[in-house]
């Protein structure tokens, strides 16, 4: 069975922090994605990655950047957190980066 | 500017009935369209896709129709279940001429199946 496993499933950080999420899979895919879900707002991608070490900006990069050392991991920065981070992080992976991604369970984080 | 629309918010129907989910793109150079259902703190999951090259495609209870003059497709279930109930999110993406669109998603239908 297809695995995407993000590392915290809930997560309170304090204003200005650095936060990392992190994200694993285990079906040798190419490409790990990292999306936000906001109420309204369905899923904005904010940071994709094609193959390790390369890294390709979303719709709204502003304020994260990512890192994938490893084809298996892909973490998501959140260089000095801020309340309007506050939102549910979402981690996916895929053979393409056009056809059908495998999501991680999801990550709740509060900025307070 | 908004590539996937999903206009309706929210849907009800009664258990049994058909749930007819809709979603409009308007960018004529996607070619794979997905559809996802998203239970309250869990992933969205993937439930059916369909390429350009088709207009219906079909997995069990699910159908996917696409209508590529009007950019647009629905997603059918039939018969609706009370676990049918969560969020459901179209999404679009292609390979054309060279250019790798990535899923661009809509904003979601909230459906409640009603027992």
């Known amino acids: 069975d297809v695995k995407v496993t993000q590392s915290s499933r809930y997560l309170v950080k304090r204003t200005g922090e650095k936060v990392f999420l992190e994200c694993v899979q285990d079906?040798?895919?190419?490409?790990m994605f990292w999306y936000r879900q906001d109420p309204g707002l369905g899923l904005r991608l904010i940071y994709f990655s094609y193959d390790v070490k390369m890294k390709e900006k979303g719709d709204i990069p502003e304020g994260y950047s990512v890192s994938r050392e490893k084809k298996e991991r892909f973490s998501l920065i959140l260089e000095s957190a801020s309340t309007n981070q506050t939102s549910m992080y979402l981690c996916?992976?895929?053979?393409?980066?056009?056809?059908?991604?495998?999501f991680g369970q999801g990550t709740r984080l509060t900025v307070v | 500017d908004q590539q996937v629309k999903q206009n309706s918010p929210s849907l009800s129907v009664q258990e049994g009935r058909i749930s007819i989910l809709n979603c409009d793109y308007t960018?004529?150079?996607?070619?794979?369209f997905l559809w996802y259902k998203k239970y309250p703190a869990e992933g969205p999951t993937f439930l059916i896709s369909?390429?350009?090259?088709?207009d219906k495609n079909e997995d069990g209870r699910f159908t996917v129709f696409l209508n590529k003059s009007a950019k647009h497709l629905s997603l059918h279930i039939v018969p609706s279940q009370p676990g049918d109930s969560a969020v459901y999110f179209c999404?679009?993406?292609?390979?054309?001429?060279?250019?790798?669109?990535?899923?661009?998603f809509g904003k979601g239908t909230l459906l409640t199946v009603n027992p």
């Open positions: 960018n004529s150079m996607f070619d794979y």
């Open positions: 079906m040798d895919h190419e490409n």
């Open positions: 999404a679009a993406s292609g390979l054309s001429g060279g250019s790798n669109y990535k899923l661009t």
């Open positions: 996916a992976s895929g053979r393409t980066s056009y056809t059908e991604a495998f």
């Open positions: 369909i390429s350009s090259i088709k």
